[in-house]
C-alpha cells in the first residue's frame, strides 16, 4: 500500500449534520454507521465527503468516527462477544447464517459492483467480475469452517507422574473482540477477508473501512443485519486512519487488530498495540519481482506482465513491478508490453469498454505522478505513458519504465500505480541478491517451460506467494501474506484460521 498522509483529505473535511435516516445503498443522503445494530451519526456530529474518482466530485457524507464512537462500537462487540447469542450459536447455524450472507451479496451483485466502482474508480466489469465473486466465495468457504474448528487429543507421558493417567485435549477458541482496519483498493474484498474468518471463528468485530472507499461497507452492514448476524456482532465506524483507526489500534478491550495498508502505517499499528500486547496481523506493502526466463511462453509471459502490473491501475499490493526480462527477449518483452499499455482503454470506470479508471484520490495521483517524476530525474527512460490523462479525474496513463536499477526510487519503492520498472538479466542467478534486499516479500511470479528451473526459483524466492506461468490467481483456499515487512500471518486458507483463534489445552487426570 502507498503511504499514510491523509492531509489532502482532513483538508477537504467537510462538518454537517446529517438529519435524515439513509440506506447506506448509492443514494446522496449522508450515511451512517453501524453500531450494536442500530445506524449512527458520529457523536460529534462531523462528517467527511466520499469522491467520484473519475470527477473528482463529492458522492456523499460519511460519519466522521472518532474516539467515543469506537469506543461505543468496542462496547458493543464486547457484550456482543461475551453475553451474545453469536458464540453460543451452533457451527451449523453460524456457518449456515454466513452461507446466507454469502447468496444475498451475490444476489446484489450488480449493486456492489456499481458502488465500488463509483467510489473506488474501478471499472465495472472487474468490480462485477473478480471483486464480487471473490468476496462471495470467501464467506462461502468461511462458512464452511464454522463445523471444521478441530482441537486435537494428545496421548502425554508426564514424566514426573509416573503410573497417572490423563485425559488431554485442545480446543480452539475465538480470540474475542477484533479491530480490523481495511484498504481502499479492495474495499468489499478486503472487507471480506477480514470478516470471513473472524465471524467463521465466533469473534466480534469492529471493522474501520478506508475513508475513501466506505461505501461497499456500509453496505454490507445492511446485509449482514439481513443475514440474522445478531447486533453488535459486527459495528463498523467510518473515519480516519490517525483518529478513528489510531483509536482502535490503541483501544485497551480489544483483543487482536487485523490490518492491510502501507508497510508505513503497519509500523505504527504494531506500536499502538504493543501497549498491551494486542495479538496483530498484518498484510502489507510490496515489490513484487516477475522473472521472464528466456525459454518461457513468451507471448502469454508478456500479457501475463501486463495483467500483473496494470491489473486494478496498479494499486495491489502484490503488483508484479519489478519485471525482470532475461536479455534474449527484453526488447521483445518491452515492446510487448508497452504496446499493451497504449492498448489500454482509460476512462470512468463505468463505461462499457473502460479497461482502467482512475486512481483512487487526487492524493494517490499526485504520489505517483511525483514517482513518474522522480524515475525521469534519476534516469530512467520512459517507453510508453509517464504522466496524467486529462485533466480531470485522478487517470494516470500506464508506463514502462527501463533503465532502472536498485537505489531509484522507482525500483525500491511501492508506487501502487500503473508503473512497471523492466529490467533485463543475464542468469537467474544476479536476480536473487537483489531480491534477497528487497524489504517486501509479498509475492513473486516466474515464467518459464522449465518445471525443475521453475521450482528451483521458487524455492529461492522469499515471498508469501510465488505464481509460475500466471500471476494475480488468488483463491479462497489458498493463504496470502508477506514475508519480510510484507507482513504477518495469512489471510485466507485454513492458516487465517490461526489469526482469530487461540489454542486451549484441558488435561484431565483420570
Ligand atoms: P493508504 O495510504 O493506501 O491510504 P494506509 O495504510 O494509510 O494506506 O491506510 C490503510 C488503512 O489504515 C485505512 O483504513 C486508514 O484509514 C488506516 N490508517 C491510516 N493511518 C492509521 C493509523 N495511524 N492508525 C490506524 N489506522 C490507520
Request: net charge neutral.
Amino acid at each position: 500500500m502507498k503511504s499514510k498522509s491523509t492531509a489532502k483529505a482532513a483538508s477537504k473535511r467537510i462538518t454537517s449534520h446529517p438529519s435524515t435516516a439513509s440506506t447506506n445503498g448509492n443514494s446522496p443522503k449522508p450515511k451512517k454507521m453501524l453500531i450494536g445494530g442500530r445506524w449512527v451519526s458520529a457523536a460529534s456530529g462531523k462528517t467527511f465527503p466520499t469522491y467520484n474518482p473519475a470527477t473528482g466530485e463529492i458522492i456523499c457524507q460519511i460519519p466522521e468516527g472518532d474516539r467515543p464512537d469506537i469506543d461505543a462500537a468496542v462496547r458493543s462487540a464486547r457484550n456482543a462477544f461475551e453475553n451474545g447469542p453469536w458464540r453460543r450459536m451452533s457451527p451449523s447455524d453460524r456457518g449456515k447464517t454466513l452461507w446466507r450472507l454469502a447468496d444475498l451479496l451475490e444476489k446484489h451483485t450488480e449493486e456492489f459492483a456499481r458502488l465500488e466502482s463509483l467510489d473506488n474508480g474501478k471499472p465495472l466489469a472487474v468490480a462485477r467480475g473478480a471483486d464480487l465473486p471473490l468476496a462471495v466465495d470467501l464467506f462461502r468457504y468461511m462458512a464452511g469452517w464454522c463445523t471444521k474448528m478441530l482441537g486435537n487429543t494428545i496421548p502425554i507421558s508426564v514424566p514426573y507422574a509416573p503410573g497417572e493417567r490423563f485425559h488431554a485435549y485442545t480446543v480452539r477458541e475465538p480470540i474475542g473482540v477484533v479491530g480490523q482496519i481495511i484498504p481502499w483498493n479492495f474495499p468489499l474484498l478486503m472487507a471480506a477477508w477480514k470478516l470471513g474468518p473472524a465471524l467463521a471463528t465466533s469473534c466480534t468485530v469492529v471493522l474501520k473501512p478506508a475513508e475513501q472507499t466506505p461505501l461497499t461497507a456500509l453496505r454490507l452492514g445492511e446485509l449482514i443485519q439481513e443475514a440474522g448476524i445478531p447486533d453488535g456482532v459486527v459495528n463498523i465506524i467510518t473515519g480516519f486512519g490517525e483518529t478513528a483507526g489510531a483509536a482502535l489500534a490503541a483501544h485497551p478491550d480489544v483483543d487482536k487488530i487485523a490490518f492491510t495498508g502501507s508497510t508505513e502505517v503497519g509500523k505504527i499499528i504494531v506500536r499502538a498495540a504493543a501497549i498491551d500486547l494486542k495479538k496483530v496481523s498484518l498484510e502489507l506493502g510490496g515489490k513484487s519481482p516477475n522473472i521472464i526466463l528466456a525459454d518461457a511462453d513468451i507471448d502469454s509471459a508478456i500479457a501475463g506482465a501486463a495483467n500483473a502490473i496494470f491489473f486494478n491501475h496498479g494499486q495491489c499490493c502484490c503488483a508484479g513491478s519489478r519485471l525482470y526480462i532475461q536479455n534474449k527477449h527484453f526488447d521483445k518483452v518491452v515492446d510487448g508490453i508497452a504496446s499493451a499499455a497504449r492498448k489500454i482503454k482509460v476512462g470512468p470506470g463505468d463505461r462499457p469498454d473502460t479497461e482502467m479508471g482512475p486512481l483512487v484520490s487526487e492524493e494517490q495521483l499526485h504520489r505517483v505522478l511525483g514517482y513518474m517524476r522522480a524515475g525521469d530525474k534519476e534516469g530512467a527512460k520512459t517507453v510508453v505513458g509517464g504522466g496524467r490523462l486529462g485533466d480531470s479525474g485522478y487517470f494516470v496513463k500506464p508506463t514502462v519504465l527501463t533503465n532502472t536499477k536498485p537505489g531509484m526510487k522507482v525500483m525500491d519503492e511501492e508506487i501502487f500505480g500503473p508503473v512497471v520498472c523492466a529490467i533485463p538479466f543475464n542468469q537467474v542467478e544476479d536476480i536473487l541478491p537483489i531480491e534477497s534486499d528487497n524489504v517486501y516479500g509479498l509475492a513473486a511470479a516466474v515464467w518459464t517451460r522449465d518445471i525443475s528451473k521453475a521450482h528451483r526459483i521458487a524455492s529461492e524466492l522469499r515471498a508469501g506467494t510465488v505464481w509460475v506461468n500466471c500471476y494475480n490467481i488468488f483463491d479462497s483456499a489458498l493463504p496470502f501474506g508477506g514475508y519480510k515487512q510484507s507482513g504477518w500471518g495469512r489471510e485466507m486458507g485454513a492458516e487465517v484460521l490461526d489469526l482469530y483463534t487461540q489454542t486451549k489445552a484441558v488435561c484431565v487426570r483420570l
